[in-house]
């Protein structure tokens, strides 16, 4: 079944699900750049790397994965390789995908070659290759919680994105936290849009030193850090 959205905001999709925009009003692409990209310090920490993994809560419309791709491809090393770990669990059509993202003028050759292999939203998963191979796209739909827990790989940096804690509690849960510690190393970065107490306090429980900083737009603050 597909997911309902709402455009009553001009170019911004919006939940009717959980009742929440999937990003800024004000530009979502600025919004993507300040708190992921800035917020894990990148592309200062995948330089003169050979492998770099980010893994994802929430891939919504793919906005985050789009603005990473683009700096991957003007930033990384040469032969250096990029694994993109995304879980959604209401994932949205290629039909609304474009909509959400086709206003970006940057973003469309890659929502071009997205489109050529972004498969059904009816399979539980799909990797898909990019760039010769150098950036790979590994989409997982399914509950963040059960998805995280059979997870084994080693992130390098979190996007912690769904839904605002208030509207979709579940994504941002104790046992979320504990596993995004253990698919965690020592120096993992961190990066999230809210500044919810108990999001900074759960993320420190596990093991992050968490701090907040000024957050995008509208938003007074948010939390990034580092796990230790």
Not at 23 to 51: A, Q
Not at 85 to 110: A, C, F, G, R
Not at 173 to 185: I, N, P, T, Y
Request: with cysteine.
């Amino acid at each position: 079944m597909e997911e309902e959205l709402d455009w009553s905001v001009k170019n911004v999709p919006r939940s009717v699900r959980f009742g929440d925009l999937y990003f800024s009003g004000l530009d979502g692409l600025d919004e993507t750049k300040y708190v992921f990209l800035d917020g894990n310090k990148l592309p200062e920490i995948w330089r003169c790397t050979d492998r770099f993994i980010i893994a994802e809560t929430g891939f919504g419309t793919g906005l985050n994965f789009f603005a990473t791709w683009q700096l991957w491809r003007e930033t990384s090393s040469p032969n250096s390789n990029l694994i993109y770990y995304s879980i959604e669990k209401y994932p949205l059509t290629i039909s609304q995908i474009v909509q959400s993202i086709n206003h970006w003028s940057d973003l469309k050759p890659l929502l071009e070659e997205f489109k050529k292999d972004y498969a059904s939203t009816e399979v539980n998963s799909q990797t898909i290759l990019f760039d010769k191979g150098s950036v790979t796209l590994k989409l997982i739909f399914g509950d963040v919680r059960n998805v995280l827990s059979q997870a084994t790989f080693s992130s390098d940096a979190w996007f912690l994105d769904g839904f605002a804690p208030s509207c979709n509690p579940e994504m941002w849960s104790d046992k979320v936290f504990r596993e995004v510690a253990r698919l965690s190393k020592k120096g993992t970065r961190l990066a999230t849009f809210t500044s919810a107490s108990a999001v900074r306090r759960g993320l420190t429980d596990v093991g992050f030193d968490m701090v907040k900083i000024s957050g995008f737009g509208r938003k007074r603050e948010m939390l990034i850090g580092h796990f230790l």
